[in-house]
Nanobody, 122 residues
Framework: QVQLVESGGGLVQPGGSLTLSCAAS????????MGWYRRQAPGQEQELVA????????DYADLVKDRFTISRDNANNMVYLNMKSLKPEDTADYYC???????????????WGQGTQVTVSS
């Protein structure tokens, strides 16, 4: 199974910036999408923050689309999330996400990382 290691989380003041990184390894199948989800409180469902397909198409949550930017380094199987103008409501555990083409027709394998915590507070 693909291994995902996130980094870059931490404490930041409102209005500040932070960049999350995720490295994918142990890749057995073609990666078609990389992205980020977040969970803002225990028990809540993960919500999509941003994702990017191999052709560069992106999808952002409405709440972040003017403040966050996703990017990928396909050669090194990395995905980044640059977050600006952070708000207290952006406080959450952020999870790296990878979607792979599985071993059969129509088979998709989805994997999430362990998460990195982002706290926006003064």
């Amino acid at each position: 199974q693909v291994q995902l290691v996130e980094s870059g989380g931490g404490l930041v003041q409102p209005g500040g910036s932070l960049t999350l990184s995720c490295a994918a390894s142990e890749i057995r199948y073609n990666i078609n999408t990389m992205g980020w989800y977040r969970r803002q409180a225990p028990g809540q469902e993960q919500e999509l923050v941003a994702k990017m397909t191999n052709d560069g198409s992106t999808d952002y949550a409405d709440l972040v689309k003017d403040r966050f930017t996703i990017s990928r380094d396909n050669a090194n199987n990395m995905v980044y999330l640059n977050m600006k103008s952070l708000k207290p409501e952006d406080t959450a555990d952020y999870y790296c996400y990878v979607s792979q083409d599985g071993p059969g027709p129509g088979v998709i394998i989805e994997t999430w990382g362990q998460g990195t915590q982002v706290t926006v507070s003064s």
